[in-house]
């Protein structure tokens, strides 16, 4: 397995896989709000958002899926496939050619949906969600063979815990998804373990302050001099 | 002016009759998708754009790419020759082939190298000679010689790929030449000259306007792409930083910037894209460079007018492939020429490169003539006047028609073991009609070139 590989790329690849995964968990987060706020909870998106520190004010489900994908924050699409794309393409010989494609696909539809005269509804959705599968299915299809592989699933991996612990999702495939991540971290440095110096109310409970272990392991794992 | 229809051509505007139009924009599609960008700074600011290309081929018979390549062949290992013997002995220059204070003047010499030869004694690893075919006697004509950094070969790989996606009966139907043999060229180029270590290629970075094809490139030939930082010089030897902080040692670089911001301690020190140390390690003979330093002096536009000379100096052989009329306002016949015929030839700036620096006297005025004639008499050295050549225009299809349009063709040439050239290359076509520039960073688009036999 082992390859050579830049510190660069290597932390390419971990964010390219983090910016799709923060994407497609956002999006999915994002339907279920939108179903709610038709006619069950008009303040899910407000809610939703509110986990991830961002203020979020709309005036109808529609109005949400606009704010939610365009609006002025930290969360915005356009951006967030900004910076997947430019990962993407520093670490595009590492990356398989179709997911790549797919990738600046994937770039075209967000950027697309930032202008004001479009129009955004569940379509947009499905077709960007549609998008993120055929990349992780297109970089699955290689296997995990390479490091770079491994910082991409890695980065994918990471940002799903991120997101569950964020939202308080069940502990015990939170806990499936962390043991993953070491089973990653020690394909690329068998002497690292994001449980080693982690305090044990963190491994217990699991507040989003484990998110604090899993970094400090990954910045043993990539040295950047 | 068109070139004469031959039988390859009609063999594939039948094919390209039966195609689907939509395919165009199938096509079109495709390479956006897979982003073939080329990067521009205007006015300050970063520009990233998809280069434009057209989807007619370039078609040159295989005959015709025969004599295309040996002269290609005899020019590549002549300069090669020229340049190993320029930084050692010098013979030319005593020999009076080209006068000394020639070289001096020329920007590319680097005198500081003299005495150094580098692994394998080769210096001219890839080249991409640009060429045109006259209409006025049907013969390619050598416009101009890349020797240091020469770009593009990655975009005709893209587009034949995308081609044989898209129109998959061109290949299935005609003798085209493949071409996916490029990669393979430069990387036993890379192994033949290594000095024992990984090969990589050394990249500005990701603004740089070629990044695409600096990654492409590395992604084919199996090497590292990295940039300075990611390279350290200890002991007089390159290692590449790997993310887990081991070092592996560099035995070939493939440099994709030019001598100059190459190594922070030697040249410019301003540089923040060079190797520091790196210099040091090439001239300890511990690490290969692709191309040479100071290769520069033979893509000095003045020293393009000896190169016919150096083919029969060195191999004593008749050039196979002509020059363009070219004339040297350093020497007085010519400057006198120069100031009679202005309105009618090219002056081109010895230093620039990629189109720029070029002026086409029959479109000057009367005052930008005098002017010109002024700055040229007070520094004949860095000029060169250039009879205009009527080159073929191709067939593009712009704007949903098919519309003719001036091309040029770059090829590419590899030294290793031996010199092989590429059975594609880069046709580069002008926006305008009319227009006799073609560089990408011009605005011009680029298309594939097809070898071909019946």
Request: charged share 25%; with cysteine.
């Amino acid at each position: 397995m082992e390859q050579l590989l830049t510190a660069n790329v290597a932390s390419s690849m971990y964010w390219l896989g983090r910016y799709l995964q923060r994407m497609e968990g956002t999006l999915y987060e994002i339907n279920k709000a939108y179903d709610l706020i038709i006619d069950v909870d008009r303040k899910a998106g407000t809610l939703l958002y509110k986990k991830f520190d961002i203020d979020i004010k709309y005036v109808s489900a529609m109005d949400f899926l606009h704010k939610a994908i365009r609006g002025k924050h930290a969360a915005n699409f356009g951006n967030l496939m900004l910076q997947a794309r430019e990962n993407a393409i520093i670490s595009r010989a590492y990356i398989d050619s179709v997911a790549f494609g797919e990738i600046i696909a994937l770039n075209e539809l967000f950027q697309s949906m930032q202008t004001k005269r479009s129009h955004i509804d569940y379509n947009d959705l499905d077709k960007a969600l549609s998008l993120i599968m055929i990349i992780w299915g297109a970089h699955a299809h290689r296997g995990h063979r390479k490091s770079s592989d491994y910082f991409f699933k890695l980065g994918k991996l990471v940002e799903e815990v991120d997101l569950r612990l964020r939202l308080g999702k069940e502990k015990s495939m939170t806990d499936l998804i962390l043991k993953e991540i070491n089973v990653a971290i020690k394909m690329l440095n068998p002497e690292l373990d994001i449980f080693d110096n982690c305090p044990q109310e963190y491994i217990d409970e699991l507040p989003y302050a484990m998110m604090e272990c899993i970094y400090a392991t990954i910045d043993k794992l990539i040295i950047e001099e | 002016m068109l070139e004469k229809s031959t039988k390859l051509h009609k063999k594939f505007w039948d094919i390209f009759a039966q195609q689907d139009r939509h395919k165009i924009n199938e096509f079109q599609s495709y390479m956006d998708k897979f982003a073939v960008n080329f990067n521009l700074y205007k006015d300050g600011n970063f520009i990233e754009q998809s280069l434009p290309f057209d989807v007619i081929p370039r078609i040159i018979s295989k005959k015709e790419f025969s004599k295309i390549e040996k002269g290609l062949i005899q020019r590549v290992t002549a300069l090669n020759l020229f340049l190993e013997d320029l930084y050692t002995d010098a013979k030319i220059v005593k020999d009076g082939i080209i006068p000394k204070e020639f070289i001096e003047s020329a920007s590319g010499f680097l005198k500081e190298f003299v005495g150094f030869s580098p692994s394998k004694k080769v210096r001219t690893h890839i080249n991409g000679i640009d060429l045109v075919k006259d209409s006025s006697d049907d013969e390619w004509v050598i416009l101009e010689d890349n020797l240091r950094v020469p770009s593009g070969a990655s975009y005709p790989l893209s587009i034949r790929d995308t081609y044989r996606k898209i129109f998959p009966d061109f290949f299935e139907n005609l003798k085209i030449e493949p071409i996916k043999n490029y990669p393979k060229i430069i990387t036993d180029a890379m192994e033949y000259v290594n000095t024992g270590g990984i090969n990589v290629v050394l990249t500005p970075g990701r603004f740089n306007s070629a990044y695409y094809e600096h990654s492409y490139l590395a992604q084919e030939i199996g090497a590292q792409l990295v940039r300075a930082h990611e390279l350290v010089v200890i002991d007089k030897k390159v290692y590449f930083k790997n993310y887990n902080g081991k070092k592996i040692q560099v035995g070939a670089i493939y440099k994709r910037l030019d001598d100059e911001f190459l190594d922070p301690k030697f040249f410019n020190p301003d540089s923040l894209i060079g190797v520091p140390g790196l210099v040091e390690a090439y001239l300890a003979g511990n690490v290969a460079l692709m191309n040479a330093i100071g290769n520069g002096v033979s893509d000095d536009k003045g020293i393009y007018y000896f190169v016919p000379k150096m083919i029969e100096y060195y191999l004593n052989e008749k050039p196979i492939l002509k020059n363009a009329p070219t004339y040297l306002p350093y020497f007085k016949e010519d400057m006198d020429y120069v100031m009679d015929n202005m309105e009618k030839l090219v002056i081109k700036d010895v230093a620039e490169a990629g189109g720029y620096g070029v002026l086409f006297g029959h479109s000057l005025t009367a005052i930008q003539i005098k002017d010109l004639k002024a700055t040229i008499k007070a520094e004949p050295r860095r000029f060169i006047a250039q009879e205009l050549i009527e080159f073929y225009d191709e067939k593009c299809f712009l704007d949903r028609k098919l519309q003719d349009r001036k091309a040029d063709f770059r090829a590419y040439v590899v030294m290793g073991k031996d010199v092989k050239v590429w059975n594609c290359g880069l046709t580069r076509y002008a926006l305008q009609e009319g227009n006799y520039l073609v560089n990408s960073s011009q605005g011009g688009g680029f298309k594939d070139t097809w070898v071909m036999e019946l």
